[in-house]
């Protein structure tokens, strides 16, 4: 097997980091444009008279408004959500945003596992979760660790897409550090690929952005962790992040 620790990507993550800011900026906009407009639509949807259709036994109130006022709050919802992640762009760009406080593991783990299960029963994938009892605490910010383990989990499930198994496993060391395990039994990374993973904008995906892992990476960095990733082409991969415990 191969196994590749990372290097420092200092220079490209500042980089990253610049983009994201922009980035952010440019979509907060349109989105407290929408939260605006949602909230006006809302109040004319609540002062509108309800529609009546006359039925054989009398006047019947019908239920589109009802209809309308969901749609508008899914929206309002997706707009919110929308806004958690250009926020963690921000933080990603500007690390003194952080809110660094003790994580439950157990918790978090069992929140990533609930989120990726659509996309693991789609490609007919086993999660395992690996927890010792009363799992150790760090101190990291929350959402963007959660961002993280979500962003490996994705990849592992992606690359199983004729089944497998998932295993997310978590322990302390005697070093006082605190170890997570992402594990997938899929096609693996090829040895010339390895090097590249982390690279800003590198993707073996069609479609892929090149900057989930650079952002895995950079997310790790920030909470003075480190990343190790083994790799056996047509085995699979394990990412395990380690952190100083709480």
């Given amino acids: 097997s191969h196994v590749y620790s990372t290097l420092n ?3 490209k993550l500042a980089a990253l980091g610049r983009l994201m800011a922009g980035v952010a900026h440019e979509v907060k906009n349109p989105l407290n444009a929408m939260t605006i407009h949602l909230e006006l639509l809302k109040q004319k949807l609540a002062a ?3 529609p009546m259709v006359v039925g054989a036994d009398g006047p019947i109130e019908a239920r589109g408004g009802t209809d309308v006022s969901k749609h508008v709050t899914v929206i309002s ?4 959500r929308l806004d958690e992640v ?3 762009f921000l933080k990603f760009a500007r690390p003194d945003e952080l809110k660094l406080q003790p994580v439950h593991l157990g918790h978090l783990i069992s929140d990533v596992v609930t989120t990726v299960g659509p996309e693991a029963e789609r490609n007919g994938v086993v999660v395992k979760v690996d927890l010792p009892p009363g799992p150790p605490e760090i101190n990291a910010d929350q959402g963007m660790l959660r961002q993280a383990l979500l962003n490996l989990a994705l990849n592992a499930c992606q690359a199983m897409a ?3 198994t998932l295993r997310i496993a978590c ?3 005697l070093k006082r550090t605190v170890e997570i395990d992402v594990e997938d039994t899929g096609v693996g990374i090829q040895p010339d690929h390895l090097k590249r993973i982390f690279d800003l904008y590198f993707t073996t995906k069609q479609k892929g952005s090149g ?3 650079s952002m895995v990476y950079r997310i790790v960095q920030l909470h003075d962790g480190e990343v190790e990733v083994e790799s056996t082409p047509g085995s699979g991969t394990r990412f395990r992040l380690i952190f100083p415990q709480a």
Avoid: D
Avoid at 77 to 80: A, K, L, Q, S
């Fill in 211 to 213: 900057i989930g892992l």
């Fill in 171 to 173: 322990r302390s060391t």
């Fill in 48 to 50: 509108a008279p309800v």
């Fill in 162 to 164: 004729n089944g497998g």
């Fill in 9 to 11: 990507y200092s220079r």
């Fill in 86 to 88: 250009v926020a963690g």
């Fill in 77 to 80: 919802n997706e707009i919110r």
